[in-house]
């Protein structure tokens, strides 16, 4: 009697009826583990999300705009103190809260909490004026825990009369 010669359920379950059941089931739990692993991630919070207030800017109607900013606590930690820090790529054209970089602290961010942070984006004011149209990039650069978490977002400035 050779190793392969037989079924290697027949061992643990004795009848074909009960081996069909068992292998739904092993099937059902292969299928929830997968949707536990690969899918389930696509549906938890991200820890930074942005949107501008006015996108695309026309900066001959309004010469700022709203740069929102949501950070959420996704690490399982309460965080005592993390900051948000934004700043332009193109830091002569554009300034962030009236610098060319603005840093928000945040206190007491309780285990999946958010909090809502506002940044006023503008034009250099030496080169009000100047900006030519075409996309901004801003960096937003969140801070916890010693846990750095990294956002790209843009603007895309118009210009319509």
């Known amino acids: 009697m050779a ?16 081996q069909k059941i068992f292998l739904i089931i092993l099937t059902i739990i292969a299928i929830v583990l997968l949707f536990f692993f690969y899918v389930l991630p696509f549906f938890q919070a991200k820890p930074l999300n942005s949107n501008f207030k006015d996108n695309p ?37 554009f300034y962030v809260g009236g610098n060319p970089v603005e840093i928000k602290n945040i206190s007491n961010l309780g285990i999946n909490e958010q909090r809502k ?12 004026g100047q900006v030519l149209p075409g996309t901004y990039n801003f960096k937003i650069v969140f801070t916890s825990n ?13 210009e319509k009369n």
């Not at 001959?60 to 700043?87: C, D, H, M, P, W």
């Not at 010693?146 to 118009?158: K, S």
């Open 3 to 18: 190793l392969y010669d037989e079924n290697p359920l027949t061992g643990l379950i004795s009848d074909s009826q009960n």
């Open 117 to 128: 942070l506002q940044f006023d984006i503008r034009p250099n004011p030496s080169r009000l």
């Open 57 to 93: 800017l026309n900066l001959n109607q309004k010469s700022f705009t709203i740069l929102n900013v949501t950070a959420t606590n996704t690490t399982g930690n309460f965080l005592e103190l993390s900051t948000i820090r934004v700043e332009a790529d193109a830091k002569n054209d």
């Open 146 to 158: 010693n846990e750095t978490i990294l956002e790209q977002t843009a603007v895309l400035v118009v």
